[in-house]
Nanobody, 123 residues
Framework: QLQLVESGGGTVQPGGSLRLSCVAS????????IGWFRQAPGKEREGVSC????????SYSASVKGRFTISRDNAKNTVYLQMNSLKVEDTAVYYC????????????????WGQGTPVTVSS
């Protein structure tokens, strides 16, 4: 069964950090570009960041640029999202998604989605 599983979410104070992981099972991520998305309560899903299959190309939304870093370790079949300087407005369920191919944008249609991991930023 092809699956993406996110982990690493939790509750953190403003200014804190979290690292999210996205692990693939049933397929290898080597041939997939990956995106991270989030959805806050009552809001539409928002693209956060994406990375090419090789890891050589990354992109960020304006709201997280300079604070979040996406990376991948294909040997571990895992993609990460390091989130620093977290703000209350970063509170959301975070999802990873995979799209076959070398490159991707946050506007593309993705082939596989994880179930999400919740992040709460609160004092």
């Amino acid at each position: 069964q092809l699956q993406l599983v996110e982990s690493g979410g939790g509750t953190v104070q403003p200014g804190g950090s979290l690292r999210l992981s996205c692990v693939a099972s049933g397929f290898t991520l080597d041939y997939y570009a990956i995106g991270w998305f989030r959805q806050a309560p009552g809001k539409e899903r928002e693209g956060v960041s994406c990375i090419s299959s090789s890891g050589g190309s990354t992109s960020y939304s304006a709201s997280v640029k300079g604070r979040f870093t996406i990376s991948r370790d294909n040997a571990k079949n895992t993609v990460y999202l390091q989130m620093n300087s977290l703000k209350v407005e970063d509170t959301a369920v975070y999802y990873c998604a995979a799209k076959m191919g070398a490159l991707v944008t946050l506007l593309d249609e993705y082939d596989y989605w994880g179930q999400g991991t919740p992040v709460t930023v609160s004092s």
